[in-house]
C-alpha cells in the first residue's frame, strides 16, 4: 500500500523555522517527484514546492521562494521541506503529494494527511 507520512510540523512564533519530513512507503519513491502543497482554513489548496525524481530540480512558489528550502534523500525515502523567517500567512495543513512522474508537480498521485503549521504573531 502506498503511504506518505508527514512530520515535523506545530506551533512556532514569526521569525522561526520548522522541519516538515514526508516518509514515503509502497512505491519506488526515486522515480517519481514530490511536491509540498499547503491548505489554510477557508482557503483552497496551494502548491508551495517540488523536488525532481533525482533532486536535482528545485521549484517553490513566489510566496515562498528565498525562505523555503526543499530536499531528498532516495536512500531514506524522504523528502523534507525546510521552512525559516516563517509568516502568519504560512500557516496551513502541509501535505506532501507524488507526482505522476520524475518531473511531475502538478498531477498527483498520492498525498499524506499532513502535518499542522502554526504561526503566531
Known amino acids: 500500500e502506498e503511504q506518505l507520512a508527514e512530520s515535523g510540523g506545530g506551533l512556532v512564533q514569526v521569525g522561526g523555522s520548522l522541519r516538515l519530513s514526508c516518509v514515503a512507503a509502497?512505491?519506488?519513491?526515486?522515480?517519481?517527484?514530490i511536491s509540498w502543497v499547503r491548505q489554510a482554513p477557508g482557503k483552497e489548496l496551494e502548491w508551495v514546492s517540488g523536488?525532481?525524481?533525482?533532486?536535482?530540480?528545485?521549484y517553490y512558489s513566489d510566496s515562498v521562494k528565498g525562505r523555503f528550502t526543499i530536499s531528498r534523500d532516495n536512500a531514506k525515502n524522504t523528502v523534507y521541506l525546510q521552512l525559516t523567517s516563517l509568516k502568519t500567512n504560512d500557516t496551513a495543513m502541509y501535505f506532501c503529494?507524488?507526482?505522476?512522474?520524475?518531473?511531475?508537480?502538478?498531477?498527483?498521485?498520492?498525498r499524506g494527511r499532513g502535518t499542522q503549521v502554526t504561526v503566531s504573531s
Open positions: 503529494a507524488r507526482g505522476r512522474g520524475a518531473a511531475d508537480f502538478v498531477n498527483y498521485i498520492s
Open positions: 509502497g512505491f519506488t519513491f526515486r522515480n517519481y517527484a
Open positions: 523536488i525532481s525524481a533525482g533532486g536535482a530540480q528545485t
